[in-house]
């Protein structure tokens, strides 16, 4: 079976297919990008495979153009998560770290990931690590993943690094599927409520408007403020459509910006009700991420800083460059955080008793374990209190309008009895 290994594409440079033998005998075909034949020799050679032929590629030229869907060269938490595990259990398995990679990139759902596994397979075989390979590709694997991998290495426990690894993805993304399965159902209610008002603004309101005009009369004040409504918006909506998309472009540049965050972090967890949650996935977050790289023997400062990042809220980076601080100049993990009010004194207790017991990335999980627990509690009490607060909203808002309408219709009835 022919192992087929994929290169990035770079400006100024052929696409070649060839065909190789490894060390083995096996045949490996694959693609890849030089400035001509003799580069993909080369690089073939170095690679320690024997050249069997080498072509210029007919793809992307012409009707043979491969077609790129949306979406399609994304990188989700769920392809490393899955990727992870099957990486994982081949390693433990006792398969040699090319030989699987070959199977990651043969496996993968994403052709992002698929090509970028067959570049590491490749430099991985002339004899780089695998840590300082998937740094140089750190838009796809997150800073937490790479710096176990290295910790793994150095210590000789790569295979069990991996699990780790496998099983804190796996956990990230099952709590990422909770509180999107929890939210769903209010924004699709929230959207079918604003399409509902929009559609009828836009198509019923001026229907009324016309009638009500042809039988003269002073309008009910309910009424005219929908005759009003209905009027803005059909001469508001264009615009409003359009900075609907303006504001979606500007603010997906913008929000990943300190002078953003600073801001709009602090208010997420102060929000009523979804504040709390914001709150306990953070933590989880955290402490999970935490617990995991110092089980896996990455240095204490180092994994401050990287789960610091990683936490998603700039509340908890703060206090983790706080911590940081405090473990430079010799004093406790623990003590800083009893200032930062995001870190309930649970937490605190919690790791103040694992930093004494030696024991600290055990109690770390048992912290995220908990929070883990608190979020499903909270998306489902969430989910059970919003459902028919929507519905009565929904209800109200479609039954004010319809009653705002028939009110003159109401008064033209009592006149005529």
Known sequence: MATAIKAPARSGHTTFEYSARDRSGKLVKGVLEASDSSAVLGRLKSQGLAPVSVEASK??????????LPGSNRVGLKDLALMSRQFATMVSSGLSLIRALSILAEQAESKKLAATLGEV???????ASLSTTLAKHDRIFPPLMINMIRAGEVGGFLDQVLVQIADNFESEVKLKAKVKSAMTYP??????????VVGMLLFIVPVFTQMFSDLGGKLPLPTQILVYLSTAMKWGAPFGVVALVVGSIVWNRVRNKDEVRNIVDPVKLKMPIF???????????????????LRSGVPILQSLEIVGNAAGNVVIRRAAIDVMESVRSGRSLAGPLAEHKV???MVVQMMSVGEDTGALDSMLHKISDFYDQEVEATTDALTSLIEPLMIAVLGGIIGSMIIALYMPIFGVFNLIS
């Not at 924004?187 to 509902?196: G, K, M, T």
């Not at 504040?275 to 790289?293: E, Y």
């Open 187 to 196: 924004v699709v209610v929230f959207i079918i409520a604003i399409l509902a």
């Open 343 to 345: 870190f309930p004194a």
């Open 59 to 68: 793809a992307g030229k012409g009707m043979q153009m491969e077609i790129a």
């Open 121 to 127: 397979r490749a430099e991985v075989e002339t004899g």
């Open 275 to 293: 504040g709390s949650l914001t709150q306990k996935i953070a933590l989880s977050r955290f402490t999970r991420n935490l617990g995991t790289m």
